[in-house]
C-alpha cells in the first residue's frame, strides 16, 4: 500500500503557518513504512525538536483505477477514517528554505498513524459532512468539517489518479485544519469522526 497526502486542504490551515493556497492539490508520498497503527505508540525522533500534529479525515481505496473520472471517483473509496500526519515542523521549515522536498520531515518510519476505518455512510452527518477532531491529554486542539475542504474528495480521486495509479488499499490522507501544534514526550492524542474514537496514540 502507499500512502498519499494532500497539504494546504484547508484555507484556515494554510493561514496559520503563513503558507499560500495552492492553486491545484499539494501531494507528497509517504511509503508503507510510515503506517503507524491504532493503539501503537509513537517513539519521539531524535531528528527534531519540534514534532507537530496533524490530525485528517483517511480515505481507503477499495478497487485499482487511473485516470478515473468524476461521474466514477465516489466507487473508489467506501471507508474512511481519521489519521495523524507527524510532522517534523523544524525539519520541514529547512528544507522549505533551501528548496527542497519534505520527505525527511514528513515521510519517517511511524509518521502516519492510521485510525480504524469505518463505513463511510456510519461517517456522515446529517449534511452529508464529516465531522473530525483530535484531542491531547484529553483537550481538543484540531475540529474540523470536510465541508470546508478545498479540494473535495471525489476531485482528490480525480486528480491524483491522473499521476499515481490507486491500488486497493491505498490510503490517502485529505488534509488537515487548522489548530497543528506540538507534542511531547508523554503526550496521549485520541482522533475521532464524530463522537467515535478511531485512534489512540501516545508519544514516548
Given at each position: 500500500?502507499?500512502i498519499?497526502?494532500?497539504?494546504?486542504?484547508?484555507?484556515?490551515?494554510?493561514?496559520?503557518?503563513?503558507?499560500?493556497?495552492?492553486?491545484?492539490?499539494?501531494?507528497?508520498l509517504?511509503?508503507?513504512?510510515?503506517?503507524?497503527?491504532?493503539?501503537?505508540?509513537?517513539?519521539?525522533p531524535?531528528?527534531t525538536?519540534?514534532?507537530?500534529?496533524?490530525?485528517?479525515?483517511?480515505?481507503?481505496?477499495?478497487k485499482?483505477?487511473?485516470?478515473i473520472?468524476?461521474?466514477?471517483?465516489?466507487?473508489?473509496?467506501?471507508?474512511?477514517s481519521?489519521?495523524?500526519?507527524?510532522?517534523?515542523?523544524?525539519?520541514?521549515?529547512?528544507?522549505?528554505?533551501?528548496?527542497?522536498p519534505?520527505?525527511i520531515?514528513?515521510?519517517?518510519?511511524?509518521?502516519?498513524?492510521?485510525?480504524?476505518?469505518?463505513?463511510?455512510?456510519?461517517?456522515?452527518?446529517?449534511?452529508?459532512?464529516?465531522?473530525?477532531?483530535?484531542t491531547?491529554?484529553?483537550?481538543?486542539?484540531?475540529?474540523?468539517?470536510?465541508?470546508?475542504?478545498?479540494?473535495?474528495?471525489?476531485d482528490?480521486?480525480?486528480?491524483?489518479?491522473k499521476?499515481?495509479?490507486?491500488l486497493?488499499?491505498?490510503?490517502?490522507?485529505?488534509g488537515?485544519?487548522?489548530?497543528?501544534g506540538?507534542?511531547?514526550?508523554?503526550?496521549?492524542?485520541?482522533?475521532?469522526?464524530?463522537?467515535?474514537?478511531?485512534?489512540?496514540?501516545?508519544?514516548?
Amino acid at each position: 500500500m502507499k500512502i498519499i497526502c494532500v497539504g494546504r486542504n484547508y484555507a484556515a490551515h494554510a493561514a496559520e503557518l503563513n503558507n499560500p493556497i495552492p492553486q491545484t492539490p499539494l501531494l507528497f508520498l509517504k511509503p508503507d513504512t510510515a503506517q503507524l497503527l491504532d493503539g501503537y505508540p509513537l517513539f519521539y525522533p531524535d531528528f527534531t525538536k519540534d514534532l507537530h500534529y496533524e490530525v485528517e479525515v483517511l480515505l481507503k481505496i477499495c478497487k485499482n483505477g487511473k485516470h478515473i473520472t468524476s461521474e466514477f471517483a465516489s466507487d473508489y473509496y467506501n471507508e474512511v477514517s481519521v489519521g495523524i500526519d507527524f510532522t517534523a515542523r523544524d525539519v520541514q521549515d529547512e528544507c522549505k528554505k533551501k528548496g527542497h522536498p519534505w520527505e525527511i520531515a514528513k515521510a519517517w518510519n511511524h509518521s502516519a498513524a492510521i485510525g480504524r476505518f469505518i463505513p463511510i455512510e456510519e461517517a456522515k452527518d446529517e449534511t452529508g459532512n464529516i465531522d473530525f477532531s483530535l484531542t491531547k491529554n484529553g483537550a481538543f486542539v484540531q475540529q474540523g468539517i470536510t465541508s470546508e475542504m478545498i479540494t473535495s474528495f471525489d476531485d482528490l480521486i480525480v486528480y491524483i489518479s491522473k499521476y499515481f495509479m490507486l491500488l486497493r488499499g491505498d490510503v490517502i490522507f485529505t488534509g488537515t485544519p487548522k489548530g497543528v501544534g506540538p507534542v511531547q514526550i508523554g503526550d496521549q492524542l485520541e482522533g475521532f469522526i464524530g463522537k467515535q474514537s478511531l485512534l489512540n496514540c501516545s508519544i514516548k
